[in-house]
């Protein structure tokens, strides 16, 4: 018991400590997830998952795979095809058998399995994984549309590769005793099916009786919870790994379905998600023994290295030949394919069946598909980056703001961090009001930015930052509450005063952003100073000229709102916070106008000093006299 206790209380630690350092190093947390496992697993012994959990540790992760793919799928939404240009189809339709044979090739003839071992473990090569491909696309800035191609993809393509290695295996098990290729695929693809339509089902259940009050609020995130599990093992009961087809298509389903309730229950799912990836990493890569690690060869080396530079490229480039997709995003697609938790708790269930086959080579599958992780996330975890750059598939580098209300404040701050290269957006349901700002060259949304449709018609990844800037301080609040779990309680701001704890009349901090400004001016002091021609001004500092002499630089009126790290990131001075400026940062200041008579008398006195100046030099330089150079010369 104590035992069980500590080794789950190391693999919390452990796996959301690695996602906290992945957060602040800009490292990849599937790497670090990894090293962590083997450093406390096979490598110092501190713990082994096996010998806590016995045999409750492959049902374990096979729940948690689960989960996992049912939250990818929940973010599938089918408007997002259309941008792909029928990239993500090719993939499914013709990238799947490609990439079969082409490792199968591979695992016979460099790797040296033999045939129904290489057949097998090629089609779980297929995966790619969410479990990877997710965080990975989470701590890049990858454009759009190869995004969406690379995260459908990996969970799409999931369930596809735990089918194919079961028509593999339920071939070779059934051949023994004469059967044919034709007498396995077809109950299998019924099995498929069927687990299809049951996940189908479960997923109209749950969007019928969710918005009428069949379960109460309290209860819907674990009724999903429960739903999802319940028909995972259901569908596996028909036939193995039909579980995962089952709970993919319930969360695909459910995403394209009309389920408001679902937009409260995105909070606690992408949690689970996040536990569940930090946990079974953690868990999978501690569990691998050394013995298995003895029997990796040198010949693996060279199957490793055909793996990533033979078949993956064959598999994108056969595959989106003649597409829409470009020749930069297509390359660095054939790049970008790491393997996950799939690919290894899959190879760990069949090496166990293929043994008992008769298979000497099942043996090898759990050491060698570790090996094509590890391989895959470290080239492509630590490359993505500069590949996406070379490629120029790269989104913008500089988190952008999104504002909503086209005020005329927010749009003269909006044509400020234009000017410094800041992307900016301003999201409105005026037209009329969205003019003024597409006139001085501002990005505009036009629509109604708490509306569902906003989701799939304006990608909101681009944005680490809001600002609610409308007169209707209620209203801001209301959209910093909707945006906080996406983009960070810290990162959502509004214009209005912060009331006190005491104060019963105003909002409390709970539901609404950080007021702008360290005094948190309300909205009538904006559109009051707005109309005394107040603006703002950028002063960047360096060492000589720090925030103390460019606060001293400014009317005693003026109050900081923002600065832009050197590095691209954004922070607002508030109420609450306020950032410390550095060397190389550029502050963003609201100040009064100045006094034309101020400006005159200020502007004559700087003349004065700098004729005085010239003239000290020049009497400096005649009393010093003439001195004498190498050759005598005056000099």
């Given at each position: 018991m104590e035992e069980q206790a500590l080794v789950i209380a190391l693999v919390g630690v452990l796996g959301i400590g690695a996602q906290w350092v992945a957060w602040r190093t800009g490292w990849p947390a599937i790497v670090l997830m990894m090293v962590a496992g083997f450093a406390v697993g096979p490598v110092f012994g501190i713990m082994d998952p096996h010998h806590a959990f016995g045999e409750l540790l492959e049902p374990a992760v096979a729940i948690g795979v689960a989960l996992i793919l049912f939250e990818g799928g929940l973010s599938l939404n089918f408007k997002e095809l259309k941008k792909t240009g029928?990239?993500?189809?090719?993939?499914?339709?013709?990238?799947?058998?490609?990439?079969?044979?082409?490792?199968?090739?591979?695992?016979?003839?460099?790797?040296?399995?033999?045939?129904?071992?290489?057949?097998?473990?090629?089609?779980?090569?297929?995966?790619?994984?969410?479990?990877?491909?997710?965080?990975?696309?989470?701590?890049?800035?990858?454009?759009?549309r190869p995004a969406a191609i690379l995260k459908w993809e990996a969970i799409v393509n999931d369930p596809f590769g735990a089918m194919c290695a079961v028509i593999a295996y339920e071939y070779f098990r059934a051949s023994a005793n004469g059967a044919t290729?034709?007498?396995?695929?077809?109950?299998?693809?019924?099995?498929?099916?069927?687990?299809?339509?049951?996940?189908?089902?479960?997923?109209?259940?749950i969007a019928w009786s969710f918005p009428r009050g069949m379960v109460p609020e309290y209860l819907k995130a674990p009724v999903l919870l429960v739903v999802v599990v319940a028909l995972f093992v259901a569908s596996n009961t028909i036939q193995q790994e039909t579980g995962l087809v089952a709970v993919t298509i319930m969360g695909i389903a459910l995403a394209n379905m009309k389920v408001d309730s679902l937009r409260d229950i995105h909070p606690f799912k992408q949690n689970i998600a996040v536990i569940m990836v930090s946990g079974i990493f953690v868990l999978l890569s501690a569990s691998l023994e050394r013995e298995s690690l003895a029997l990796l060869e040198w010949r693996f080396v060279l199957f490793l290295l055909a793996i990533l530079f033979l078949v993956r490229p064959a598999t994108i480039l056969i595959s989106l030949a003649f597409s829409k997709v470009p020749w930069n995003e297509r390359l660095f697609l054939a790049w970008i394919a790491p393997r996950g938790i799939v690919a290894v708790a899959i190879s760990g269930l069949f090496a166990l069946r293929l043994s008992d086959l008769g298979y000497g080579d099942g043996s090898i599958l759990i050491s060698l598909s570790f090996a094509v992780v590890v391989a895959t996330i470290v080239a492509h975890g630590f490359t993505v980056g500069i590949v996406s750059r070379w490629l120029k598939v790269t989104g913008s580098t500089t988190p952008g703001i999104l504002m909503v209300g086209a005020t005329?404040?927010?749009?003269?701050?909006?044509?400020?961090?234009?000017?410094?290269?800041?992307?900016?957006?301003i999201a409105d349901t005026s037209w009329w009001r969205l003019s003024k700002a597409r006139q001085q060259g501002v990005q505009t949304y036009h629509g109604e930015i708490l509306a569902e449709s906003t989701e799939h018609s304006l990608d909101l990844s681009q944005f680490g930052v809001l600002v609610a800037a409308t007169e209707n301080e209620a209203y801001n609040a209301l959209v910093c509450n909707e945006f906080a779990p996406e983009i960070g309680r810290d990162a959502v701001y509004q214009l209005g005063e912060a009331g006190g704890h005491d104060d019963p009349r105003a909002l409390p901090p709970s539901i609404r952003g950080r007021s702008l400004f360290e005094s948190g001016v309300d909205m009538d002091e904006i559109y009051r100073r707005q109309q005394q021609g107040w603006e703002f001004r950028k002063?960047?500092?360096?060492?000589?000229?720090?925030?103390?002499?460019?606060?001293?630089?400014?009317?005693?009126?003026?109050?900081?709102?923002?600065?832009?790290?050197?590095?691209?990131?954004?922070?607002?001075?508030?109420?609450?916070?306020?950032?410390?400026?550095?060397?190389g940062d550029t502050v963003i200041s609201y100040s009064p106008p100045e006094d034309p008579v101020t400006e005159k008398v200020q502007a004559k006195k700087e003349k004065r000093a700098k004729i005085q100046a010239k003239a000290d030099a020049e009497t400096g330089a005649k009393q010093a006299g003439p001195q004498e150079g190498p050759l005598g010369e005056a000099t």
């Open positions: 029928g990239a993500v189809w090719r993939l499914v339709v013709l990238g799947v058998p490609i990439a079969w044979f082409a490792g199968s090739l591979a695992c016979y003839y460099i790797a040296g399995l033999v045939w129904p071992v290489s057949i097998l473990f090629a089609g779980i090569l297929v995966v790619t994984g969410p479990t990877v491909v997710l965080p990975l696309l989470r701590q890049s800035s990858v454009a759009q290729i034709f007498d396995v695929v077809p109950q299998l693809v019924f099995a498929a099916i069927a687990a299809a339509v049951l996940g189908y089902a479960a997923a109209w259940v005329p404040w927010s749009i003269a701050l909006a044509k400020e961090m234009s000017d410094i290269e800041v992307p900016v957006l002063t960047r500092l360096s060492e000589r000229f720090g925030f103390e002499e460019a606060q001293a630089a400014l009317p005693a009126d003026a109050d900081f709102l923002l600065l832009v790290r050197k590095g691209g990131g954004i922070r607002f001075f508030t109420h609450a916070t306020r950032p410390t400026p550095a060397a």
